[in-house]
């Protein structure tokens, strides 16, 4: 008899792929075109929703971690429900208030965001275990993995000093990380620019104090996630909410 202790990550992200085919198509079947002159302003928009929704699953990581508890009620229902107090909060608008042509498209992100907490919501509610790894960075990425197979919306959370090589730069971002990296750059300014047929943008991020655990000092030492803390301080640049997407 042969007993897995630990599941490959080869199986993990088939069992990904597969929940997500399993999932099927439902919402989206109005995956919008953005238009050249309200590129920008999606691009922001959909870097808002991921900001938020790293935001909400950062906060909530005491409650997703707590041994005693079983259902966490972190369900993708209150997770939608949070991202848009938060994007209403960030941004002065409620979603429901912006143009249809980028609110269409701000739903499919809050869309994959929900799948993202639906397909974890095994991890979340298991009892008796602490660290459950759903975190910010896994949030995002997942989110970004499904829209990209379900729209021509591609999200990335990128970095110099990645921990995943999915989130490595290509020559766009390399070369966009190191405007923000220069010391006269404005803090939280995004910047984004048309490249062939695509709209491209990026907006920094900043090492917070909640991130210190995991992302902080001392500089080669094991983060809760088993990994070596990068040595950040509060205020570093840690990398950008990267968002690319074809224009008609
Ligand atoms: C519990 C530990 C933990 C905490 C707290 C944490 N991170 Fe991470 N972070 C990780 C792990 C693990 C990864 C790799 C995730 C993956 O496999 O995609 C990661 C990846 C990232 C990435 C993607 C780039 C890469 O390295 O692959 C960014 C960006 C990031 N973290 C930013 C932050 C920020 C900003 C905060 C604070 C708001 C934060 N993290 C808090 C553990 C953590």
Same mark, same amino acid.
């Given at each position: 008899?042969?007993?897995?202790k630990k599941i ?6 088939m ?8 999932l099927?198509?439902?919402?989206y ?10 590129a920008?302003?999606t691009?922001?928009y959909?870097?808002d ?12 990581q005491?409650?997703?971690n ?10 993708? !229902? ?9 994007f209403?909060?960030? &941004? %002065?608008k +409620?979603?429901?208030? #912006?143009? /249809?042509?980028?609110?269409?498209t ?6 994959a ?5 639906q397909?974890?919501?095994a ?17 995002g990425?997942?989110?970004g993995?499904?829209l ?6 591609f999200?990335?959370?990128?970095t ?12 766009f971002?390399?070369k966009?990380?190191?405007?923000? !990296? ?12 048309? &490249? %062939?047929n +695509?709209y491209?943008? #990026?907006? /920094? ?20 996630a088993?990994r ?11 990398g950008?909410i ?6 008609k």
């Open positions: 008899m042969i007993f897995i490959p990550a080869s199986l993990t992200a069992i990904f792929f597969c929940t997500l085919f399993a099927g198509t439902s919402g079947a109005d995956c919008r075109s953005v238009t050249k002159d309200k920008e302003a691009a922001r959909i870097a929703v991921i900001v938020a929704g790293r935001g909400i699953v950062a906060a909530n005491g409650l997703i707590d041994p005693e508890k079983g259902d966490k009620g972190f369900t993708p !229902e209150k997770v939608a429900e949070q991202i848009r107090a938060k209403k909060d960030m &941004t %002065g +409620d979603i429901s208030e #912006l143009p /249809p042509e980028i609110r269409g701000v739903e499919q992100v809050i869309n965001a929900k799948m993202s907490v397909m974890n919501q991890r979340i509610n298991q009892k008796g275990k602490g660290f459950k790894g759903y975190i910010p960075a896994v949030f990425r997942e989110t993995q499904i990209k197979g379900k729209c021509n919306i999200i990335k959370q990128t110099f000093k990645y921990r995943n090589a999915y989130n490595q730069p290509d020559p971002e390399k966009v990380l190191e405007k923000f !990296e220069q010391p006269g750059y404005p803090k939280g300014q995004g910047f984004g620019e048309f &490249t %062939g +695509d491209r943008y #990026l907006r /920094p991020i900043y090492i917070k104090k909640a991130c210190l655990k995991c992302h902080g000092e001392p500089k080669g030492s094991i983060d809760p088993g070596k803390r990068e040595g950040y301080k509060v205020g570093d640049l840690r950008a990267s968002v690319q997407f074809p224009v």
